[in-house]
Structure formats: structure tokens, C-alpha cells
């Protein structure tokens, strides 16, 4: 029985094609027409390019609004600032000079009491519009306070401390608006 069985492996083994035998019998795929994988690539290119177009054209609808979005919040907390009357206001421009924010918003106070009360009044606008500041620094001492809005920053002063700080000559080359925000 032993021989029998070894025969029958044996037999089973040799009736196994080899990997070189087994691969030529197997059926080859075949290639498609040059013509048909030029057109599938063009159409796959075509159908990429449409897709990043879509999606381009919507982050820029969803740019514009949130700009202008930006800009409304701005003007009132500019006119927060006017209704109580501020001084010497600018508002500069620093869209491409700097990450850290689209404007900057100057304001003088002539008092601690109106430094204060500017500060209250843009955080109430500000407020209005669903806008909270990431940051309130120098309130307390009322010679400098900044709000940060992340996209804006209003930075109220006394005269004295706006002068030391120079922050119009330090931002010489950001576009001055304030005709555009205080009208």
C-alpha cells in the first residue's frame, strides 16, 4: 500500500503544470485599444478638474461672505467707537502684510474713564454681531487696550502711549481706510 500510495502523489505532482506552464495557459487579459485608455484618462482628468473647480468656486463664495461679514462687524464697531467719541481714529489695512490679522483699528481716548468706555462700546458691537474677543489686554490700566478679534484688532489709547508706540509708523505700509469703515 505504501508503494500504491506514493505512486498516486507522485502521479498528482507531474500532472500539476509547472509556474512557467501554468501562467502560459492561463488566458491573457486583453489590452485595450490605445485609443480607449487615452479616452478614460482624459475623461478621469476632465471629471478632477471640474470637481476642483466646484470646489474652488464655493470656498471662494464662502470667502466672499465671510468678508463681508467682516467688514459690517467692522464698521460698527468703528461707529461704537465714534458714538463715543473717539479720537484720531485710523483703520488700517494689513491684508497681505501680515497672518495675524486683516486690520487694525486705532483709537485715542482722552480720559481712562473713556478708554474704558471705548472698549465697552466696541465689545458690545462686536457682541451684536455674535463676536466675542479671543483677548483683552491693558484693561485695568486703560493706557493701552487691545481687543483681539483675531481678524481685527482695535487698539485704544491714550495720546501719550499712542505716540510712544508709533503703531501708524510701525504699519507705514498698510493701506490707511478709515474713510471706508467711518462714513
Known amino acids: ?11 498528482a505532482v507531474n500532472a500539476t503544470p509547472s509556474g512557467a506552464a501554468a501562467a502560459a495557459a492561463r488566458p491573457r487579459p486583453q489590452n485595450p485599444p490605445i485609443g480607449a485608455v487615452d479616452e478614460l484618462i482624459a475623461a478621469t482628468v476632465e471629471k478632477t478638474r471640474s470637481a476642483d473647480a466646484d470646489r474652488m468656486k ?8 465671510i468678508d463681508q461679514r467682516l ?7 468703528v461707529a461704537a467707537l465714534l458714538d463715543r467719541k473717539a479720537e484720531k481714529l485710523v483703520v488700517l489695512n ?8 486683516d486690520y487694525f483699528v486705532l483709537a485715542t481716548a482722552t480720559n481712562d474713564r473713556q478708554a474704558k468706555a471705548l472698549c465697552d462700546g466696541v465689545e458690545e458691537a462686536m457682541k451684536s454681531e455674535g463676536r466675542r474677543p479671543l483677548s483683552i489686554e491693558g484693561y485695568q490700566s486703560a493706557a493701552w487696550i487691545l481687543l483681539d478679534y483675531g481678524d ?7 495720546d501719550e502711549a ?7 509708523r510701525l504699519w507705514g505700509d498698510a493701506p490707511n481706510q478709515t474713510a471706508k469703515f467711518a462714513g
Open 1 to 11: 500500500m505504501k508503494g500504491a500510495g506514493t505512486a498516486a502523489g507522485a502521479a
Open 58 to 65: 464655493r470656498r471662494e463664495e464662502q470667502n466672499a461672505a
Open 71 to 77: 467688514l459690517v462687524q467692522l464698521k460698527k464697531g
Open 94 to 101: 494689513l491684508v497681505g502684510l501680515t497672518s495675524m490679522s
Open 152 to 158: 481685527v484688532v482695535f487698539h485704544i489709547f491714550h
Open 162 to 168: 499712542r505716540r510712544f508706540y508709533g503703531l501708524e
